[in-house]
């Protein structure tokens, strides 16, 4: 997953992105609010973290531009400024939640798990293809209610593929998810990974792993996935 985090302090912003780095969440930071509305129009992001204090205008006047620009990536609003008004405006302005300093670890990875889900159409956290479920919030894949015991990386795989299920995943996008950045192994890791997770899923279906391989672009989770390979 990657957000942008939009926050002029830099000892705050180097604090927030070890946090989320720690949760394989890669982080790219904009100083301004001027470079945080150039960089939401041109880059795909899962999510933005919007502080409201910044140097050349003040972080609704950023929310209210992006949403003008079309941008429909969703805004996590994270401020040191409580007063209910902020609040009001910035969710007023188009912004998915409002989260004020300080604030716990659990709960900031909590909510950014919880948005991105609701804007990629996942309501629940579980998605289903097929037999399997794949339970976001518990981090538990089932086959017809039976769990299915896989390592926190095969799981990480599982995810992503669940978060964007039906799309082609690229190999580098695996890494991000599941390194942030940080000591990324080679790409040929990834299809060590998506081997064992076929077979473990395979395992329990009788030959059915609803993971495809899309030559030259990556995998993708679908339910017309067959055969174990």
């Known amino acids: 997953m990657r957000i942008l985090l939009v926050e002029d302090d830099a000892s705050q912003a180097d604090s927030l992105q070890l946090i989320l780095k720690s949760e394989?969440?890669?982080?790219?930071?904009a100083g301004s609010g001027?470079?945080?509305?150039?960089?939401?129009?041109?880059?795909?992001?899962?999510?933005?973290?919007?502080?409201?204090?910044?140097?050349?205008?003040?972080?609704?006047?950023?929310?209210?531009?992006?949403?003008?620009?079309?941008?429909?990536?969703?805004v996590l609003i994270l401020t040191g400024l409580n007063e209910l008004d902020h609040k009001v405006r910035g969710l007023g302005s188009g912004a998915d939640d409002y989260l004020t300093k300080p604030f716990a670890k659990d709960e900031l990875v909590a909510r950014i798990h919880a948005i991105v889900r609701r804007s990629q159409g996942h309501a629940e956290s579980a998605v289903n293809v097929g037999r399997l479920t794949v339970r976001l919030g518990d981090q538990v894949a089932e086959i017809d209610g039976e769990p299915v015991k896989l390592t926190g990386k095969e799981f990480g795989v599982l995810e992503l593929l669940a978060l964007r299920r039906g799309q082609t995943v690229s190999k580098n996008q695996f890494l991000n998810h599941l390194y942030g950045g940080m000591d990324e192994p080679d790409l040929k890791i990834i299809d060590v990974f998506v081997c064992k997770l076929r077979q473990k899923i395979a395992r329990h279906t009788g030959g059915t792993h609803y993971i495809i391989t899309e030559w030259g672009r990556g995998y993708a989770l679908r339910e017309d996935a067959k055969e174990a390979t």
């Open 24 to 29: 394989s969440i890669d982080v790219e930071r």
């Open 34 to 74: 001027a470079t945080a509305i150039e960089m939401a129009r041109l880059y795909d992001y899962a999510l933005v973290i919007l502080d409201l204090m910044l140097p050349d205008m003040d972080g609704h006047t950023v929310l209210r531009r992006i949403r003008d620009a079309r941008v429909t990536t969703p």
